[in-house]
């Protein structure tokens, strides 16, 4: 695969506009993902933000002239002709007659021209330097703005026109939504998801991921619908993979353990949610599951390591255990009337003969299987997704292992229509069309979920 590098650009501190809460965070968010999970040199990423420091003794305040320079030079410098270049902005930007923009933090919407970075623009750059590019835009917070509307019908044309996959946060008549809980804007967040949890990404598995999980961000921490609006240009694979495999192995040694914690009502309290990261530290990934209850639980400190016991010390109090429990049930059995007395329940078959009467052999689970039933959330659709994504990568060693994995893969699939159907229950439209779309395309219910998506587009609010 090509090289590969990062330019990740946040802006919180507008000289001339609102400023935003964590454009920051995202864009250093993104970049410490590259460096820490996907194992990339640091000499890959160019972070560009309200306080980054200098690199290579030239200041990335995000200015027109610093972004544009950047662009230019880092491209020349670091890629070569056919090299992929990730391009993450997090920030205003706003669509005035013909033209979309990107606001860099020195720009100003009366003179949207000569002081802000067009999309047509920057897509032209890329194309003058010949090299590739994967673009991710958490820009349309034009309620912060007093003129023109959102991003996105512009940049889907020329993203066609230029060949250049691009992922918008929202559609350009929707707002992104920043959280103080998440500490992040939701697209940003659920596209750390996808980065961390799904080292075998490709252009369709980001599209899909994006849209349910927005939906059900959006949803449970009491935002406006957020869409994504996704263009992968014609004559573009939407299956090859975007990381290389050396990338794809260093991620999947990365994925951080985490504590599950029951829902909370975001409405009481955000003192359940980790704080605030500056800038400046480490920023921690966290899972699909904890986000998606709104807590994001962070692993307790190591507990102080205890002298070891000796094994014979352990099996010896065990069996003083054992006896005199069952001492206990022998004499509580012997007095309590026979007709009240327990039966033991009868030996499954020779397989078991062996164990004593009353007691049941636990089969012995599948561990890939096992492992990919861990992601399932009560009433979380995009869990069963994931754990669907995992099912189909276990290789299965006998026809039994099989069948279970196939039972299981249709069993979520047709909880995920569920899922999808509760929502229309509630008519909510598009969160319940976005749900239904992961059901797989292999999987019995596909016909019925695409059937219930068509029924529900046509009861969507028109214009």
């Known amino acids: 695969m090509a090289n590969q590098t990062c330019i990740s650009i946040g802006i919180n501190q507008y000289q001339f506009l609102p400023p935003l809460s964590y454009g920051m965070a995202d864009a250093v968010a993104i970049e410490h993902f590259f460096v820490d999970a996907a194992g990339w040199d640091a000499q890959q ?40 270049v990730w391009f993450f902005f997090s920030g205003c930007g706003v669509s005035f007659g013909d033209e979309d ?9 009366d003179d949207l021209a000569n002081t802000c970075i ?12 010949g090299v590739n590019a994967l673009v991710f835009l958490d820009a349309n917070h034009s309620q912060h703005l007093s003129l023109g509307g959102g991003i996105g019908n512009t940049t889907a044309k020329l993203a066609q026109e230029y060949q250049i996959p691009t992922f918008l946060s929202c559609q350009s008549h929707e707002f992104s939504n920043e959280d103080a809980g998440l500490g ?6 659920a596209l750390l998801e996808a980065l961390n949890y799904h080292p075998d990404l490709n252009l369709e598995t980001i599209e899909t991921y994006l849209t349910s999980r927005l939906a059900e961000l959006s949803e449970h921490h009491w935002k406006p619908l957020q869409t994504p609006l996704a263009i992968i240009p014609k004559g ?30 975001p409405q009481f309290s955000q003192d359940t949610y980790a704080p605030y990261t500056p800038p400046m530290l480490s920023v ?37 255990m054992l006896v005199g429990a069952g001492a206990g049930i022998f004499v509580f059995n012997s007095q309590m009337p026979a007709e009240r007395q327990p039966m033991a329940r009868p030996v499954a078959n020779d397989l078991t003969s062996s164990v004593s009467v009353g007691v049941v052999a636990a089969t012995e689970p599948i561990p890939d299987l096992q492992q990919a039933r861990m992601y399932i959330r009560p009433g979380d659709a995009t869990s069963r997704y994931q754990a669907i994504l995992a099912a189909r990568k276990i290789t299965a060693s006998t026809p ?64």
Request: with cysteine; charged share 20%.
């Open 118 to 129: 067009s999309i047509r623009q920057l897509y032209q750059q890329f194309r003058d330097i």
């Open 45 to 84: 990423c160019l972070l560009l933000t309200d306080m980054s420091g200098e690199a290579a003794n030239k200041s990335t305040y995000p200015t027109r002239e610093n972004i544009n320079r950047w662009i230019k030079q880092w491209s020349w410098e670091i890629l070569h002709h056919g090299d992929l």
């Open 284 to 320: 921690s990934l966290v899972t699909p599951e904890s986000i998606g209850t709104g807590a994001i639980v962070k692993r307790p400190a190591p507990k102080p390591i205890r002298k070891e016991i000796p094994n014979w010390a352990k099996v010896s109090f065990l069996l003083t």
């Open 400 to 463: 039994e292992v099989a069948s279970e994995v196939k039972q299981s893969i249709e069993l979520w699939s047709q909880e995920i229509y569920q899922i999808a159907q509760s929502h229309a229950d509630k008519q909510h439209w598009q969160i319940a069309i976005d749900t239904a779309r992961m059901v797989p395309r292999d999987a019995p219910n596909y016909s019925t979920a695409q059937g219930s998506m068509l029924e529900w587009k046509n009861k969507l609010p028109q214009g």
């Open 101 to 109: 923009y990107l606001i860099p933090i020195d720009g100003k919407t």
């Open 236 to 265: 573009v694979s939407e299956h090859r993979p975007v990381f290389s495999a050396t990338t794809q192995s260093s991620i999947s040694a990365t994925v951080p353990e985490v504590v599950y914690s029951p829902p909370t009502q």
């Open 184 to 189: 992040h804007g939701l697209f940003t967040t």
